[in-house]
């Protein structure tokens, strides 16, 4: 592949995911209720991580298909494109809720017994 064709699909690739960023960031700042379907933005880095870039192919979905309503994904698709796209975002949105789910690790804590109590 030409250099400028790569830079270019680069520069578009980078572009996507800063207006899926814009559209996630947008809706859990506003808190619509759309972001509730994603289920809870977890604590621990990795898992955020993990979560964030899920929820990134959620916000294209939307932002692509122009779904304002409640459900994360909104109505049906319709055409074929749409159909692959939405079967990508749901599957998105399956590990975006299950990523919610998962334990947090715990770290161990040290109990130390009172001196001279003992239950």
């Given at each position: 592949m030409a250099d400028d064709m790569r830079r270019a699909l680069t520069e578009r690739r980078e572009?996507?995911?800063?207006?899926?960023?814009a559209v996630l960031d947008r809706?859990?700042?506003?808190?619509?209720s759309w972001v509730v379907g994603l289920g809870a933005v977890p604590s621990?880095?990795?898992?955020?991580?993990?979560?964030?870039?899920?929820?990134r192919?959620?916000?294209?979905?939307?932002?692509?298909?122009?779904?304002?309503a409640d459900p994360a994904l909104g109505a049906a698709a319709e055409s074929t494109s749409q159909k692959r796209d939405r079967a990508a975002a749901?599957?998105?949105?399956?590990?975006?809720?299950s990523a919610a789910r998962r334990p947090r690790p715990e770290?161990?804590?040290?109990?130390?017994?009172?001196?001279?109590l003992r239950f």
């Open positions: 572009l996507v995911e800063a207006r899926a960023d809706g859990i700042n506003e808190g619509e621990d880095p990795k898992q955020l991580a993990a979560w964030r870039r899920s929820a192919v959620v916000a294209a979905y939307r932002d692509r298909y122009q779904v304002g749901e599957a998105a949105l399956k590990s975006t809720q770290v161990p804590v040290r109990q130390r017994e009172a001196r001279g």
